[in-house]
Protein backbone atom coordinates (compact mmCIF):
# COMPACT_ATOMS: atom_id res chain seq x y z
CA UNK A 1 0.00 0.00 0.00
CA UNK A 2 1.84 3.12 -1.24
CA UNK A 3 0.59 7.23 -0.91
CA UNK A 4 -0.88 6.65 -4.87
CA UNK A 5 -3.17 4.37 -6.33
CA UNK A 6 -2.30 2.05 -8.52
CA UNK A 7 -3.68 3.28 -11.88
CA UNK A 8 -3.56 0.58 -14.25
CA UNK A 9 -4.61 2.26 -17.51
CA UNK A 10 -4.81 5.79 -19.06
CA UNK A 11 -8.61 5.97 -18.48
CA UNK A 12 -7.52 5.35 -14.57
CA UNK A 13 -4.78 8.08 -14.22
CA UNK A 14 -7.20 10.38 -15.78
CA UNK A 15 -10.25 9.77 -12.96
CA UNK A 16 -7.48 9.92 -10.68
CA UNK A 17 -5.96 13.43 -12.10
CA UNK A 18 -9.74 14.93 -12.26
CA UNK A 19 -10.14 14.05 -8.28
CA UNK A 20 -6.70 14.92 -7.41
CA UNK A 21 -7.58 18.75 -6.67
CA UNK A 22 -10.17 17.57 -3.39
CA UNK A 23 -7.76 16.73 -1.60
CA UNK A 24 -6.02 19.84 -2.29
CA UNK A 25 -9.32 21.63 -1.63
CA UNK A 26 -9.14 19.77 2.07
CA UNK A 27 -5.23 20.62 2.75
CA UNK A 28 -5.80 24.26 1.18
CA UNK A 29 -9.07 24.87 3.21
CA UNK A 30 -7.05 23.38 7.16
CA UNK A 31 -4.11 25.43 5.72
CA UNK A 32 -6.05 29.04 4.65
CA UNK A 33 -7.58 28.40 8.74
CA UNK A 34 -4.75 28.02 9.61
CA UNK A 35 -2.46 30.67 7.62
CA UNK A 36 -5.22 33.22 8.69
CA UNK A 37 -5.11 32.83 12.27
CA UNK A 38 -1.70 32.95 12.51
CA UNK A 39 -1.13 36.20 9.67
CA UNK A 40 -3.98 38.24 11.93
CA UNK A 41 -2.97 36.85 15.52
CA UNK A 42 1.07 37.72 14.83
CA UNK A 43 0.65 41.91 15.67
CA UNK A 44 -0.64 41.08 19.15
CA UNK A 45 1.17 37.68 19.21
CA UNK A 46 4.48 39.92 18.13
CA UNK A 47 3.80 42.49 21.37
CA UNK A 48 2.95 39.93 23.77
CA UNK A 49 4.82 37.01 23.00
CA UNK A 50 3.81 33.34 24.49
CA UNK A 51 2.32 35.81 27.46
CA UNK A 52 -1.04 35.98 25.61
CA UNK A 53 -1.51 32.47 26.34
CA UNK A 54 -0.81 32.54 30.01
CA UNK A 55 -1.34 36.01 31.74
CA UNK A 56 -5.38 36.36 32.27
CA UNK A 57 -5.63 40.03 31.66
CA UNK A 58 -7.77 41.30 29.52
CA UNK A 59 -6.86 45.28 29.25
CA UNK A 60 -9.25 46.98 26.50
CA UNK A 61 -8.31 50.80 26.77
CA UNK A 62 -9.87 52.49 23.95
CA UNK A 63 -7.52 55.45 22.33
CA UNK A 64 -4.22 54.22 24.15
CA UNK A 65 -3.54 51.05 22.46
CA UNK A 66 -0.14 50.91 24.78
CA UNK A 67 -1.93 50.25 27.71
CA UNK A 68 -3.94 47.35 25.75
CA UNK A 69 -3.14 43.93 27.03
CA UNK A 70 -4.52 40.36 26.29
CA UNK A 71 -4.20 37.25 28.14
CA UNK A 72 -6.01 33.44 26.84
CA UNK A 73 -5.17 31.91 29.60
CA UNK A 74 -8.55 31.98 31.64
CA UNK A 75 -10.80 31.35 28.04
CA UNK A 76 -8.32 28.19 27.52
CA UNK A 77 -8.21 26.88 30.94
CA UNK A 78 -12.61 27.65 30.71
CA UNK A 79 -12.77 25.84 27.45
CA UNK A 80 -11.23 22.47 29.18
CA UNK A 81 -13.00 23.15 31.87
CA UNK A 82 -16.61 23.30 30.50
CA UNK A 83 -15.74 20.34 28.32
CA UNK A 84 -14.48 18.11 31.35
CA UNK A 85 -17.95 19.07 33.12
CA UNK A 86 -19.82 18.66 30.32
CA UNK A 87 -18.29 14.89 30.10
CA UNK A 88 -19.22 14.34 33.56
CA UNK A 89 -22.33 15.15 33.02
CA UNK A 90 -22.88 13.32 29.48
CA UNK A 91 -21.22 10.76 30.69
CA UNK A 92 -23.97 8.40 32.46
CA UNK A 93 -26.40 9.96 31.01
CA UNK A 94 -25.58 8.76 27.53
CA UNK A 95 -24.57 5.38 28.50
CA UNK A 96 -27.81 5.00 30.57
CA UNK A 97 -29.72 6.67 27.50
CA UNK A 98 -27.87 4.08 24.87
CA UNK A 99 -28.35 0.87 27.18
CA UNK A 100 -31.81 1.76 27.57
CA UNK A 101 -33.10 2.46 24.79
CA UNK A 102 -31.77 -0.94 23.33
CA UNK A 103 -32.55 -3.21 26.62
CA UNK A 104 -35.40 -1.61 28.46
CA UNK A 105 -37.57 0.20 26.07
CA UNK A 106 -40.58 -2.30 24.56
CA UNK A 107 -39.43 -3.27 20.69
CA UNK A 108 -42.59 -0.65 19.66
CA UNK A 109 -41.08 1.99 21.46
CA UNK A 110 -37.71 1.89 20.97
CA UNK A 111 -38.10 3.66 17.31
CA UNK A 112 -39.20 6.46 18.96
CA UNK A 113 -36.97 6.68 21.01
CA UNK A 114 -34.31 6.40 19.28
CA UNK A 115 -36.12 9.26 16.52
CA UNK A 116 -36.69 11.41 19.30
CA UNK A 117 -33.06 11.40 20.94
CA UNK A 118 -31.40 12.02 17.44
CA UNK A 119 -34.05 14.73 16.75
CA UNK A 120 -32.93 16.19 20.48
CA UNK A 121 -28.90 15.26 18.81
CA UNK A 122 -30.06 17.40 15.66
CA UNK A 123 -31.63 20.53 17.10
CA UNK A 124 -29.48 23.48 16.49
CA UNK A 125 -27.19 24.76 19.71
CA UNK A 126 -28.63 28.02 19.52
CA UNK A 127 -32.10 26.57 20.78
CA UNK A 128 -30.60 24.93 23.59
CA UNK A 129 -28.62 28.52 24.17
CA UNK A 130 -31.81 30.11 24.61
CA UNK A 131 -33.64 27.66 26.79
CA UNK A 132 -30.40 27.62 28.92
CA UNK A 133 -30.33 31.22 29.39
CA UNK A 134 -33.96 31.21 29.85
CA UNK A 135 -35.41 27.83 31.98
CA UNK A 136 -31.60 26.21 32.86
CA UNK A 137 -29.53 29.29 34.29
CA UNK A 138 -32.27 29.94 36.89
CA UNK A 139 -33.06 26.61 38.03
CA UNK A 140 -28.91 26.25 38.59
CA UNK A 141 -28.88 29.32 40.06
CA UNK A 142 -30.97 27.80 42.77
CA UNK A 143 -29.74 24.16 43.12
CA UNK A 144 -26.04 25.81 43.65
CA UNK A 145 -27.06 28.13 45.44
CA UNK A 146 -27.76 25.35 47.83
CA UNK A 147 -24.92 23.72 46.99
CA UNK A 148 -22.67 26.72 48.00
CA UNK A 149 -24.74 27.07 51.58
CA UNK A 150 -24.16 23.61 52.54
CA UNK A 151 -20.77 22.42 50.85
CA UNK A 152 -19.16 25.57 50.45
CA UNK A 153 -16.19 24.28 52.21
CA UNK A 154 -15.55 22.32 48.90
CA UNK A 155 -13.51 24.40 46.42
CA UNK A 156 -16.18 23.62 43.33
CA UNK A 157 -19.14 25.38 45.37
CA UNK A 158 -16.73 28.37 47.48
CA UNK A 159 -17.91 31.34 45.58
CA UNK A 160 -21.98 32.35 45.61
CA UNK A 161 -23.47 31.65 42.28
CA UNK A 162 -24.81 34.67 40.47
CA UNK A 163 -27.78 35.67 40.70
CA UNK A 164 -28.54 35.29 36.84
CA UNK A 165 -27.16 31.68 36.85
CA UNK A 166 -24.73 32.15 34.04
CA UNK A 167 -21.51 30.42 35.28
CA UNK A 168 -19.22 27.26 35.14
CA UNK A 169 -21.89 25.28 35.90
CA UNK A 170 -24.57 26.17 33.97
CA UNK A 171 -22.19 26.26 30.57
CA UNK A 172 -21.05 22.76 31.67
CA UNK A 173 -24.32 21.27 32.10
CA UNK A 174 -25.93 22.81 29.24
CA UNK A 175 -22.94 21.49 27.19
CA UNK A 176 -23.85 18.23 28.96
CA UNK A 177 -27.52 18.02 28.28
CA UNK A 178 -26.20 18.65 24.77
CA UNK A 179 -23.54 16.02 23.81
CA UNK A 180 -26.00 13.34 25.73
CA UNK A 181 -28.15 12.33 22.77
CA UNK A 182 -25.19 13.01 20.10
CA UNK A 183 -23.02 10.79 21.98
CA UNK A 184 -25.93 8.00 23.28
CA UNK A 185 -26.63 7.47 19.39
CA UNK A 186 -23.12 6.86 19.11
CA UNK A 187 -23.00 4.40 21.83
CA UNK A 188 -26.47 2.73 20.64
CA UNK A 189 -24.87 1.65 17.37
CA UNK A 190 -22.27 0.23 18.93
CA UNK A 191 -24.26 -1.66 21.44
CA UNK A 192 -26.94 -3.05 19.25
CA UNK A 193 -24.21 -4.36 17.03
CA UNK A 194 -22.54 -6.35 19.68
CA UNK A 195 -23.12 -10.02 18.84
CA UNK A 196 -25.49 -12.14 20.03
CA UNK A 197 -23.71 -15.10 21.10
CA UNK A 198 -22.12 -12.66 23.56
CA UNK A 199 -25.31 -11.39 25.34
CA UNK A 200 -26.48 -15.73 25.34
CA UNK A 201 -23.00 -16.56 26.54
CA UNK A 202 -22.52 -14.28 29.57
CA UNK A 203 -26.64 -15.35 30.27
CA UNK A 204 -25.73 -18.94 30.10
CA UNK A 205 -22.74 -18.40 32.65
CA UNK A 206 -25.66 -17.08 34.80
CA UNK A 207 -25.03 -13.81 34.96
CA UNK A 208 -27.71 -11.27 35.97
CA UNK A 209 -29.49 -8.90 33.42
CA UNK A 210 -27.14 -5.89 35.21
CA UNK A 211 -23.63 -8.04 35.24
CA UNK A 212 -24.51 -9.22 31.57
CA UNK A 213 -25.00 -5.14 30.29
CA UNK A 214 -21.72 -4.49 31.94
CA UNK A 215 -19.77 -7.19 30.35
CA UNK A 216 -21.22 -6.06 26.93
CA UNK A 217 -20.61 -2.78 27.56
CA UNK A 218 -16.61 -3.63 28.17
CA UNK A 219 -16.48 -4.89 24.63
CA UNK A 220 -18.03 -1.46 23.39
CA UNK A 221 -15.22 0.08 25.38
CA UNK A 222 -13.36 1.44 22.11
CA UNK A 223 -16.92 3.09 20.78
CA UNK A 224 -18.16 4.64 24.26
CA UNK A 225 -14.21 6.56 24.69
CA UNK A 226 -15.19 7.85 20.78
CA UNK A 227 -18.28 9.03 21.53
CA UNK A 228 -17.76 10.85 24.68
CA UNK A 229 -14.27 12.47 22.90
CA UNK A 230 -16.49 13.41 20.14
CA UNK A 231 -18.91 15.11 22.41
CA UNK A 232 -15.71 16.78 24.24
CA UNK A 233 -15.02 17.94 21.01
CA UNK A 234 -18.27 19.41 20.00
CA UNK A 235 -18.27 21.10 23.66
CA UNK A 236 -14.84 22.73 23.50
CA UNK A 237 -16.11 24.48 20.07
CA UNK A 238 -19.43 25.51 21.15
CA UNK A 239 -20.15 29.39 20.61
CA UNK A 240 -23.18 30.31 21.02
CA UNK A 241 -25.21 28.69 23.47
CA UNK A 242 -22.02 28.84 25.84
CA UNK A 243 -21.81 32.55 25.25
CA UNK A 244 -25.60 32.83 26.56
CA UNK A 245 -24.90 30.81 29.77
CA UNK A 246 -21.35 30.87 30.64
CA UNK A 247 -21.52 34.87 32.90
CA UNK A 248 -18.46 36.02 30.93
CA UNK A 249 -15.60 36.30 33.74
CA UNK A 250 -11.55 35.92 33.40
CA UNK A 251 -11.60 33.35 36.14
CA UNK A 252 -9.29 30.34 36.46
CA UNK A 253 -11.02 28.46 39.36
CA UNK A 254 -11.93 25.19 40.09
CA UNK A 255 -15.46 27.07 41.61
CA UNK A 256 -18.44 25.97 38.98
CA UNK A 257 -20.54 29.13 41.30
CA UNK A 258 -18.32 31.61 39.16
CA UNK A 259 -18.41 33.19 35.57
CA UNK A 260 -16.32 31.91 33.13
CA UNK A 261 -15.50 31.80 29.53
CA UNK A 262 -14.42 29.95 26.87
CA UNK A 263 -12.06 30.59 23.80
CA UNK A 264 -15.00 30.56 21.51
CA UNK A 265 -17.33 32.42 23.49
CA UNK A 266 -14.71 35.27 24.06
CA UNK A 267 -14.35 35.42 20.51
CA UNK A 268 -17.74 35.47 19.97
CA UNK A 269 -18.62 38.21 22.88
CA UNK A 270 -15.97 40.28 22.07
CA UNK A 271 -15.87 40.72 18.45
CA UNK A 272 -18.31 43.08 17.98
CA UNK A 273 -16.76 45.71 20.06
CA UNK A 274 -12.56 44.34 18.29
CA UNK A 275 -13.09 47.16 16.30
CA UNK A 276 -12.79 49.73 18.50
CA UNK A 277 -9.68 48.75 19.85
CA UNK A 278 -6.51 48.37 17.78
CA UNK A 279 -5.04 45.28 19.19
CA UNK A 280 -8.24 43.43 20.45
CA UNK A 281 -9.15 41.46 16.85
CA UNK A 282 -5.64 40.46 17.21
CA UNK A 283 -6.13 38.91 20.17
CA UNK A 284 -9.12 36.95 19.47
CA UNK A 285 -7.44 35.79 16.18
CA UNK A 286 -4.65 34.53 18.44
CA UNK A 287 -7.35 32.88 20.59
CA UNK A 288 -8.42 31.04 17.52
CA UNK A 289 -5.03 29.53 17.06
CA UNK A 290 -5.37 28.24 20.30
CA UNK A 291 -8.91 26.88 20.00
CA UNK A 292 -7.65 25.54 16.31
CA UNK A 293 -4.87 23.76 17.85
CA UNK A 294 -6.86 21.82 20.84
CA UNK A 295 -9.40 20.75 17.72
CA UNK A 296 -7.06 19.37 15.73
CA UNK A 297 -5.43 17.21 19.15
CA UNK A 298 -9.36 16.64 20.61
CA UNK A 299 -10.88 15.41 17.08
CA UNK A 300 -7.98 13.52 16.06
CA UNK A 301 -7.94 11.54 19.48
CA UNK A 302 -11.42 11.27 19.01
CA UNK A 303 -11.12 10.05 14.99
CA UNK A 304 -8.60 7.48 16.26
CA UNK A 305 -10.73 5.89 18.84
CA UNK A 306 -13.83 5.66 16.10
CA UNK A 307 -11.17 4.23 13.47
CA UNK A 308 -10.50 1.37 16.29
CA UNK A 309 -13.75 0.59 17.13
CA UNK A 310 -14.27 0.12 12.95
CA UNK A 311 -11.41 -1.70 12.80
CA UNK A 312 -12.59 -4.13 15.62
CA UNK A 313 -16.17 -4.39 14.27
CA UNK A 314 -14.27 -5.13 10.51
CA UNK A 315 -12.28 -8.54 12.50
CA UNK A 316 -15.24 -9.83 14.91
CA UNK B 1 -33.77 -21.40 37.65
CA UNK B 2 -30.63 -21.62 40.06
CA UNK B 3 -30.75 -19.58 42.92
CA UNK B 4 -29.01 -16.11 42.46
CA UNK B 5 -27.49 -14.57 45.68
CA UNK B 6 -29.35 -11.92 47.61
CA UNK B 7 -26.07 -9.56 47.14
CA UNK B 8 -26.22 -10.06 43.28
CA UNK B 9 -30.35 -10.17 42.94
CA UNK B 10 -30.26 -6.64 44.88
CA UNK B 11 -26.66 -5.50 42.85
CA UNK B 12 -28.95 -6.09 39.35
CA UNK B 13 -32.17 -4.65 40.77
CA UNK B 14 -29.91 -1.58 41.69
CA UNK B 15 -28.03 -1.58 38.70
CA UNK B 16 -31.28 -1.68 36.10
CA UNK B 17 -32.79 0.98 37.94
CA UNK B 18 -29.73 3.32 38.15
CA UNK B 19 -29.96 2.89 33.82
CA UNK B 20 -33.84 3.55 33.90
CA UNK B 21 -33.35 6.74 36.34
CA UNK B 22 -30.27 8.18 34.57
CA UNK B 23 -32.33 7.42 31.14
CA UNK B 24 -35.15 9.42 32.44
CA UNK B 25 -32.59 12.12 33.56
CA UNK B 26 -30.79 12.23 30.15
CA UNK B 27 -34.67 12.48 28.32
CA UNK B 28 -36.11 15.36 31.28
CA UNK B 29 -34.25 18.19 29.61
CA UNK B 30 -34.81 16.82 26.16
CA UNK B 31 -38.36 17.15 27.15
CA UNK B 32 -38.57 20.04 28.33
CA UNK B 33 -36.62 22.21 25.92
CA UNK B 34 -38.84 20.63 23.41
CA UNK B 35 -42.48 21.56 25.56
CA UNK B 36 -41.28 25.23 25.95
CA UNK B 37 -40.33 25.47 22.35
CA UNK B 38 -43.41 24.10 21.47
CA UNK B 39 -45.58 26.32 23.81
CA UNK B 40 -43.72 29.83 23.53
CA UNK B 41 -42.94 29.48 20.25
CA UNK B 42 -46.92 28.79 19.58
CA UNK B 43 -47.45 31.80 21.49
CA UNK B 44 -45.60 34.21 19.53
CA UNK B 45 -46.78 32.99 16.26
CA UNK B 46 -50.17 33.29 17.05
CA UNK B 47 -49.72 37.14 19.08
CA UNK B 48 -48.60 37.85 15.02
CA UNK B 49 -50.48 35.88 13.41
CA UNK B 50 -49.37 34.99 9.48
CA UNK B 51 -47.18 37.67 9.42
CA UNK B 52 -44.86 36.17 12.04
CA UNK B 53 -43.38 34.60 8.48
CA UNK B 54 -43.02 37.64 6.58
CA UNK B 55 -42.94 41.02 8.32
CA UNK B 56 -40.08 42.39 9.68
CA UNK B 57 -39.46 42.73 13.63
CA UNK B 58 -41.10 44.99 15.67
CA UNK B 59 -39.83 43.96 19.12
CA UNK B 60 -41.20 47.12 21.08
CA UNK B 61 -44.45 46.14 21.05
CA UNK B 62 -44.62 42.57 22.81
CA UNK B 63 -48.79 41.84 22.32
CA UNK B 64 -47.52 42.23 18.18
CA UNK B 65 -44.11 42.08 17.64
CA UNK B 66 -44.30 41.30 13.95
CA UNK B 67 -42.34 38.50 12.78
CA UNK B 68 -39.10 36.80 11.38
CA UNK B 69 -39.58 37.58 7.20
CA UNK B 70 -36.33 38.74 6.32
CA UNK B 71 -34.32 36.35 8.67
CA UNK B 72 -36.42 33.15 7.98
CA UNK B 73 -35.52 34.80 3.92
CA UNK B 74 -31.63 35.00 4.78
CA UNK B 75 -31.64 31.41 6.35
CA UNK B 76 -33.39 30.10 2.90
CA UNK B 77 -30.87 31.52 1.22
CA UNK B 78 -28.10 30.96 3.23
CA UNK B 79 -28.61 27.04 3.19
CA UNK B 80 -29.68 26.59 -0.63
CA UNK B 81 -26.73 28.46 -1.71
CA UNK B 82 -24.21 27.12 0.64
CA UNK B 83 -25.97 23.46 0.19
CA UNK B 84 -25.31 24.03 -3.62
CA UNK B 85 -21.48 25.02 -2.90
CA UNK B 86 -20.75 21.89 -0.39
CA UNK B 87 -22.69 19.88 -2.65
CA UNK B 88 -20.56 20.42 -5.55
CA UNK B 89 -17.41 19.81 -3.61
CA UNK B 90 -18.31 17.00 -1.54
CA UNK B 91 -19.17 14.36 -4.27
CA UNK B 92 -16.37 14.70 -6.08
CA UNK B 93 -14.09 14.44 -2.86
CA UNK B 94 -16.46 11.62 -1.33
CA UNK B 95 -15.98 10.21 -4.99
CA UNK B 96 -11.95 10.32 -4.43
CA UNK B 97 -12.04 8.65 -0.69
CA UNK B 98 -13.76 5.68 -1.90
CA UNK B 99 -12.53 4.92 -5.12
CA UNK B 100 -9.14 5.27 -3.92
CA UNK B 101 -9.62 4.10 0.07
CA UNK B 102 -6.51 2.03 -0.44
CA UNK B 103 -4.29 4.53 -1.51
CA UNK B 104 -2.51 6.38 1.13
CA UNK B 105 -3.44 9.53 -0.50
CA UNK B 106 -7.22 9.09 0.08
CA UNK B 107 -7.02 7.63 3.61
CA UNK B 108 -4.73 10.67 4.58
CA UNK B 109 -8.29 12.71 2.44
CA UNK B 110 -10.45 10.90 4.82
CA UNK B 111 -8.30 11.77 7.96
CA UNK B 112 -8.63 14.93 7.74
CA UNK B 113 -11.95 15.59 6.50
CA UNK B 114 -12.89 13.51 9.75
CA UNK B 115 -10.87 16.34 11.98
CA UNK B 116 -13.16 18.87 10.00
CA UNK B 117 -16.32 17.23 11.09
CA UNK B 118 -16.54 18.38 14.67
CA UNK B 119 -13.99 21.33 14.22
CA UNK B 120 -14.70 24.44 15.88
CA UNK B 121 -16.79 26.16 13.74
CA UNK B 122 -16.18 29.76 15.05
CA UNK B 123 -13.00 29.05 13.65
CA UNK B 124 -14.70 29.35 9.71
CA UNK B 125 -16.29 31.96 10.71
CA UNK B 126 -13.15 33.49 11.42
CA UNK B 127 -11.67 32.59 8.19
CA UNK B 128 -13.99 33.97 5.88
CA UNK B 129 -14.38 37.05 8.17
CA UNK B 130 -10.86 37.35 7.32
CA UNK B 131 -10.58 36.94 3.99
CA UNK B 132 -14.22 37.24 1.80
CA UNK B 133 -15.14 40.28 4.42
CA UNK B 134 -12.61 42.28 4.72
CA UNK B 135 -12.00 41.51 0.86
CA UNK B 136 -15.49 42.87 0.38
CA UNK B 137 -15.03 46.10 2.71
CA UNK B 138 -11.82 47.09 1.26
CA UNK B 139 -13.57 46.83 -2.36
CA UNK B 140 -16.60 48.67 -1.26
CA UNK B 141 -18.84 45.74 -2.42
CA UNK B 142 -21.13 47.46 0.81
CA UNK B 143 -20.21 49.86 3.51
CA UNK B 144 -19.51 46.99 5.98
CA UNK B 145 -18.50 44.02 4.28
CA UNK B 146 -20.68 41.63 5.11
CA UNK B 147 -23.11 39.97 2.71
CA UNK B 148 -25.06 36.48 2.64
CA UNK B 149 -22.91 35.41 0.26
CA UNK B 150 -19.84 35.32 2.67
CA UNK B 151 -22.02 33.61 5.39
CA UNK B 152 -23.49 30.65 2.42
CA UNK B 153 -19.18 29.99 2.23
CA UNK B 154 -19.15 29.56 5.64
CA UNK B 155 -22.49 27.60 5.72
CA UNK B 156 -20.83 25.64 3.27
CA UNK B 157 -17.66 24.91 3.97
CA UNK B 158 -18.94 23.81 7.83
CA UNK B 159 -21.06 21.25 6.26
CA UNK B 160 -18.59 20.05 3.16
CA UNK B 161 -16.55 17.44 5.12
CA UNK B 162 -19.90 16.28 6.38
CA UNK B 163 -21.21 15.48 3.23
CA UNK B 164 -17.98 14.53 1.75
CA UNK B 165 -17.84 11.63 4.69
CA UNK B 166 -21.43 10.59 4.11
CA UNK B 167 -21.02 10.35 0.45
CA UNK B 168 -17.99 8.22 0.49
CA UNK B 169 -19.93 5.89 3.18
CA UNK B 170 -22.51 5.73 0.50
CA UNK B 171 -20.37 4.60 -1.75
CA UNK B 172 -18.45 2.20 -0.35
CA UNK B 173 -21.43 -0.09 -0.21
CA UNK B 174 -21.98 -0.34 -4.08
CA UNK B 175 -21.25 -3.80 -4.52
CA UNK B 176 -18.19 -4.27 -6.83
CA UNK B 177 -20.18 -6.48 -9.51
CA UNK B 178 -22.16 -3.48 -10.74
CA UNK B 179 -18.79 -1.68 -11.46
CA UNK B 180 -17.57 -4.86 -13.51
CA UNK B 181 -20.68 -4.90 -15.18
CA UNK B 182 -20.21 -1.26 -16.11
CA UNK B 183 -16.73 -1.32 -17.27
CA UNK B 184 -17.50 -4.25 -19.00
CA UNK B 185 -19.86 -2.55 -21.04
CA UNK B 186 -16.94 -0.85 -22.23
CA UNK B 187 -18.11 2.51 -20.05
CA UNK B 188 -15.02 4.90 -18.62
CA UNK B 189 -14.05 5.00 -14.99
CA UNK B 190 -15.74 8.64 -15.20
CA UNK B 191 -19.12 7.09 -16.60
CA UNK B 192 -19.26 4.60 -14.53
CA UNK B 193 -18.64 5.74 -11.38
CA UNK B 194 -21.18 9.27 -11.67
CA UNK B 195 -23.49 7.13 -14.06
CA UNK B 196 -23.84 4.05 -11.97
CA UNK B 197 -21.82 3.36 -8.56
CA UNK B 198 -23.42 7.38 -7.68
CA UNK B 199 -26.82 6.33 -9.00
CA UNK B 200 -26.61 3.27 -6.94
CA UNK B 201 -25.62 5.09 -3.93
CA UNK B 202 -28.08 7.98 -4.43
CA UNK B 203 -30.08 7.35 -1.43
CA UNK B 204 -27.25 7.66 1.13
CA UNK B 205 -25.85 10.67 -0.23
CA UNK B 206 -29.66 12.11 -0.08
CA UNK B 207 -29.56 11.67 3.39
CA UNK B 208 -25.76 13.04 4.14
CA UNK B 209 -27.12 16.56 2.42
CA UNK B 210 -30.51 16.21 4.27
CA UNK B 211 -28.38 16.09 7.74
CA UNK B 212 -26.29 18.72 6.31
CA UNK B 213 -28.84 20.91 5.20
CA UNK B 214 -30.15 20.62 8.56
CA UNK B 215 -26.83 21.41 10.47
CA UNK B 216 -26.72 24.34 8.20
CA UNK B 217 -29.78 25.82 8.71
CA UNK B 218 -29.21 25.75 12.84
CA UNK B 219 -25.41 26.96 12.63
CA UNK B 220 -25.09 30.11 14.38
CA UNK B 221 -21.14 30.60 14.92
CA UNK B 222 -20.05 30.87 11.56
CA UNK B 223 -22.53 33.74 10.53
CA UNK B 224 -21.57 36.06 13.71
CA UNK B 225 -18.44 37.48 11.81
CA UNK B 226 -19.46 36.59 7.80
CA UNK B 227 -23.63 37.89 7.44
CA UNK B 228 -23.51 41.18 9.67
CA UNK B 229 -27.05 40.76 11.41
CA UNK B 230 -29.57 42.58 9.68
CA UNK B 231 -33.03 41.41 10.71
CA UNK B 232 -35.40 44.47 9.68
CA UNK B 233 -34.93 44.18 5.61
CA UNK B 234 -34.91 41.20 3.16
CA UNK B 235 -31.34 41.12 2.11
CA UNK B 236 -29.64 40.13 -1.65
CA UNK B 237 -26.85 38.15 -2.06
CA UNK B 238 -24.70 41.18 -1.74
CA UNK B 239 -26.17 42.61 1.10
CA UNK B 240 -25.41 42.15 5.07
CA UNK B 241 -28.32 40.35 6.65
CA UNK B 242 -28.92 37.81 9.01
CA UNK B 243 -30.42 34.14 9.64
CA UNK B 244 -33.04 32.46 11.98
CA UNK B 245 -30.51 31.22 13.97
CA UNK B 246 -28.46 34.06 14.77
CA UNK B 247 -31.97 36.55 15.41
CA UNK B 248 -32.30 33.93 18.28
CA UNK B 249 -28.60 34.75 19.45
CA UNK B 250 -28.97 38.90 18.92
CA UNK B 251 -32.43 38.80 20.58
CA UNK B 252 -31.94 36.31 23.56
CA UNK B 253 -29.34 38.70 25.07
CA UNK B 254 -31.98 41.78 24.55
CA UNK B 255 -33.77 42.85 28.22
CA UNK B 256 -37.05 43.51 26.87
CA UNK B 257 -40.24 40.69 26.43
CA UNK B 258 -40.91 41.72 22.64
CA UNK B 259 -37.38 40.47 21.79
CA UNK B 260 -37.78 37.18 23.88
CA UNK B 261 -41.09 36.43 22.11
CA UNK B 262 -39.47 36.71 18.78
CA UNK B 263 -36.45 34.23 19.41
CA UNK B 264 -38.90 31.86 20.91
CA UNK B 265 -40.96 31.93 18.10
CA UNK B 266 -38.28 31.24 15.58
CA UNK B 267 -36.30 28.93 17.98
CA UNK B 268 -39.57 27.35 16.94
CA UNK B 269 -39.56 28.01 13.72
CA UNK B 270 -35.97 26.70 13.36
CA UNK B 271 -36.83 22.99 15.24
CA UNK B 272 -39.48 22.67 12.68
CA UNK B 273 -37.15 22.85 9.67
CA UNK B 274 -34.14 20.67 11.13
CA UNK B 275 -37.15 17.92 12.72
CA UNK B 276 -39.00 18.32 9.30
CA UNK B 277 -35.29 17.34 7.29
CA UNK B 278 -33.75 14.60 9.96
CA UNK B 279 -37.86 13.00 9.71
CA UNK B 280 -37.39 13.09 5.76
CA UNK B 281 -34.17 11.53 6.31
CA UNK B 282 -35.00 8.96 8.36
CA UNK B 283 -37.52 8.16 6.21
CA UNK B 284 -35.09 7.01 3.61
CA UNK B 285 -32.92 4.86 5.38
CA UNK B 286 -33.77 3.58 9.29
CA UNK B 287 -30.25 4.53 10.73
CA UNK B 288 -29.18 8.12 10.42
CA UNK B 289 -25.90 8.27 11.46
CA UNK B 290 -25.53 12.24 13.12
Same mark, same amino acid.
Given at each position: MGLLPRLRSRDDRAFFILHLPTTYLVLLFLAAMLGVLVLYSYPELAREGLRIFTSTVWNAAEGNPEAEHYGLAAAIYGSIYTGLLALLVAAPLSVSLAVATVEFVPRRLRGAVATLSDLMAATPTIVYGLWGLTYLAPAMARVMGWLHTHLGWLPFFSQPPPETGTMFATAGVLLGIMATPYAAAVIREAYSMIPWHLREAAFGLGATRFEAIRILLSTIKPSIVAALALAFARSIGETVAVALVIGNGMNITLSVTSPGITVASLIALQFPVAGLYRYMESALFAGGLALFAIGVVVNAVAVSFMKRWEEEIGHA | MPRIEARRRLADLAGRALIVVLAAAALAPLFHLAATVTVNGVEAIVRS /?????TEPPDPTDPAHPGGIGPALWGTAMLVTLSTLFAVALAIPAGVFIAEFRRAGISRATLLLTLVLMEFPTVLVGLTVYATVVRAFRSLG???? /???MLAGAVALALVVLPYMAVQASEALRHVPRELREAAFSLGASRLKTVYRVVLGIARRGIVVGVLIGVAKAAGETAPLLFTVGGFFNTYPGLLDPGGSVSLLIYEYAWQAQEGYHVLAWGAALVLMTIVAGLMLAARLLVREVRL
Open positions: - | /GAGFFVNQY /GYS
